[in-house]
């Protein structure tokens, strides 16, 4: 066989494999704009392989600067998770302009908040427990729905977007979809300012790190339950995920797994949140 047919023939792979489990969505039907203008959409139930491939692990380590062939445990094994229910999720990482309409504060460097596009900028260095404040205070001032950070699993799932490939798009297109260190001039850059992926949501990947709800574990999916999994019952730390602008490639996948400390709050952590109607509210912890 020929290059160009090998070449072919990985192409033809990917798009099939980005296909096998995208339910079909229409965005203006599927999505929903609150109180304070935040956009969500519906994300479909369904299910997704979690995790890593050790074939996949070791194309990862390949992709470090400094190799390290320990690195990514914690994401083995790759297993299947049921997500059960449909959830809303923030389209965009919540922005600067939303943190200050709930929280009437301005967290994170002060040259973020002094550029012209100040408002679309994702809110940075802001702790775990800054973020879950957050959704505590949106929902007294909405009476439509109640807020709270993804799960893991829900987190990645929406990254993923029907894909199970170790990323959703080629490394080549990277750029289109994530800002990262090689594309972001090392400082964030206004949300939904890349294509978004297939589930219509934007920077899954890239811009900022976004916590979610669970605690962190390194063996967390040797005997996690496989049905809407919501990580260990306690913990030290809690797992942010997606990577940021600041990051390399090899952490730019939706499979990457890190963690800080509840309090922790760098200037490359943001997050978003899910939108759960009045009346089925789901604890966020």
């Known amino acids: 066989m020929n290059t160009l047919s090998v070449i072919g023939v990985t192409t033809l792979r990917f798009v099939v494999l980005s296909l096998l489990f995208i339910p079909a969505l ?24 979690m995790g890593i491939t050790e074939a996949e692990r070791q194309v990862v380590i390949d992709e470090m600067e400094k190799p390290d062939f320990d690195a990514f445990k914690d994401e083995l094994p790759q297993h299947k998770v049921i997500i059960s229910k449909a959830f809303l999720l923030g389209i965009t990482e ?14 994170g460097p002060a040259e973020y908040w002094q550029q012209d596009e100040w408002e679309s900028l994702p809110v940075v260095s802001i702790s ?10 949106l929902s007294k001032m909405d009476p439509d729905y109640h ?4 799960t893991e699993a829900e987190w990645e799932y929406a990254a993923r977007a029907g894909n199970n490939t170790l990323r959703p798009m080629p490394v ?20 939904s300012s890349l294509k978004a992926n297939a589930f219509g949501v934007h920077d899954m990947l890239g811009n900022a790190w976004e916590w979610v709800s669970d605690w962190y574990a390194p063996g967390t999916y040797i005997n996690s ?34 963690a800080n400390s509840p309090d922790t709050a760098y200037s490359v952590i943001g997050f978003r949140v899910v939108a759960v109607p009045a009346g089925n509210k789901k604890k966020a912890d």
């Open 147 to 150: 807020y709270r950070l993804p």
């Open 225 to 258: 339950v496989r049905t809407d999994p919501a990580g260990p019952a306690n913990g030290q730390s809690r797992v942010r995920r997606g990577g940021s602008y600041h990051c390399p490639l090899f952490q730019i996948r939706p499979n990457y797994r890190s």
């Open 128 to 137: 775990w427990n800054m973020a879950k404040r957050f959704t505590e205070e």
């Open 94 to 107: 919540v922005t600067q302009g939303q943190w200050l309409k709930v929280m009437e504060n301005k967290p």
């Open 26 to 49: 229409s965005h203006a039907e599927n999505s929903v704009r609150n109180i304070i203008g935040m956009e969500f959409i519906k994300i479909p139930a369904g299910h997704f392989q």
């Open 172 to 191: 080549a297109q990277l750029v289109d979809y994530a800002w990262h260190f090689q594309n972001s001039g090392d400082v964030p850059q206004a949300v």
